[in-house]
């Protein structure tokens, strides 16, 4: 089969791989219909974080049932499915807590941008939709397994309430994805904290308030501004640097919380900053498998539409050029087809 395998910072390629097999049996095997770039694949790709030797990437799909192992039975060949980045049993005590993707045997997925894909935990991973859905629906669904779940979680972690004031700092598909939740939880005001046209103009349609332009002190002080000069109730950062995680930290009005979705690079956090603010801190890895039942029927009746941060899809062979356009801020998320 082909895969995407990175070697070096700039270097994405699609190469020859071996075919998965069932090596487990919690194990599937599925036929790719979609996957996509992520924006924490790009941490690699600039090369933030180490490489090491040649490697599989994505963690993102959607997919067709092709094999099952023998202990899979909530799922059969044929059927449609939705999974996540991190696998779960969905019975150990973290699970049942809807901590998911700090399950007991969690794995974390990382060959999805192939055209097969072997999904450990299947049992407790994958959800399958009632029938094949429509093509139109498939980046929906797609952004569901990841960004959509994300995004949601982060909503949650920042408590986002009705009537709330939010904010989301980054314009990512994360981010994106974010505007989409807290509008879903009630928030009456949502700002987003975007430069790019485009991205503004797709937060503006899921549902943001208000876009402020600036970063770092001038975005907070804009912030403040907005909200009488106390800050928001919520906020989602959804970058994972530094600089983000001190404006969402700025950003929050004193009893708000912020939800941190970015995975963290570069980040600390001062205890006594945290300890006089009185903001609260809650984020880490989204358990997405809590949230697919519910966001799989959201996409599914139009309630929800993410799969709009999807602007640019390319066949599997092109994925470099993906990793290219997202590196350049020329696509929000790009989409993979096989």
Known sequence: MRGAVIHAPGDVRLETR??????????????????????????????????????????????????VGSEVTNVRPGQFVVGSFATSDNTCANCRNGYQSSCLNREFMSTCQADYVRIPNAHGTLVATEDHPDEQDVPGLLAVSDVMGTGWWAALAAEVKPGATAVVVGDGAVGLCGVIAAKEMGAERIIVMSRHA?????????????????????????????????????????????????????????????????????????????????VGLRGGNAPVRRYLPELIDMVLTGRITPGKV????????????????????RAIKALLTP
């Open 18 to 67: 071996e075919d998965p097999r069932i090596l487990q049996p919690t194990d599937a095997i599925i036929r790719t219909v979609a996957a996509c770039v992520c924006g924490s694949d790009l941490w690699a790709y600039r090369g933030v974080e180490p490489i090491g030797d040649p490697r599989p990437m994505g963690h993102e799909y959607v997919g067709v049932v092709e094999e």
């Open 198 to 278: 485009p991205r503004q103009k797709l937060a503006t349609e899921f549902g943001a308030t208000d876009i402020v332009t600036e970063r770092g002190e001038e975005g907070v002080a804009r912030i403040k501004d907005l909200t009488g000069g106390i800050g928001a109730d919520s906020v989602l950062e959804c970058v994972g640097t530094a600089q983000a995680m001190q404006q969402a930290l700025d950003s929050a009005r004193p009893g708000g919380t912020v939800g941190f979705v970015g995975i963290p690079h570069g980040v600390t956090i001062d205890g006594l900053e945290i300890f006089y603010s009185q």
């Open 310 to 329: 999807f602007d640019l899809t390319l066949p599997l062979d092109q994925v470099a050029e993906g990793y290219r356009a997202m590196d350049e801020r």
